[in-house]
Nanobody, 118 residues
């Protein structure tokens, strides 16, 4: 059974930082593209960041470029999202996604709430 478990969310003041983690089990982690998405109330889910299986290539949404960094540790089956210079517009539920373009599978975590507020 595949599980993606996000952690690290919480309440942070504007300008602060958080690091999210996504611990994966039940899949060959090193073969999956890992992504972070977010969904704010009343808005569509949007891509935040993506990293290829070996970690060589990353992509970011325009709103987080230069502030967020995605990384992965294939030995620990974990993906991370370092978020710096947070602002209230970053408030959302953040979801971890694992996608295999080879076997056409797609998994989601349950989400972790990030709230940026003073």
């Amino acid at each position: 059974q595949v599980q993606l478990v996000e952690s690290g969310g919480g309440l942070v003041q504007p300008g602060g930082s958080l690091r999210l983690s996504c611990a994966a089990s039940g899949l060959t982690f090193s073969t999956y593209v890992m992504s972070w998405y977010r969904q704010a109330p009343g808005k569509e889910r949007e891509l935040v960041a993506r990293i290829t299986p070996a970690g060589r290539t990353t992509n970011y949404g325009d709103s987080v470029k230069g502030r967020f960094t995605i990384s992965r540790d294939n030995a620990k089956n974990t993906c991370y999202l370092q978020m710096n210079s947070l602002n209230p517009e970053d408030t959302a539920v953040y979801y971890c996604n694992a996608k295999s373009y080879i076997i056409k599978t797609d998994y989601w975590g349950q989400g972790t709430q990030v709230t940026v507020s003073s």
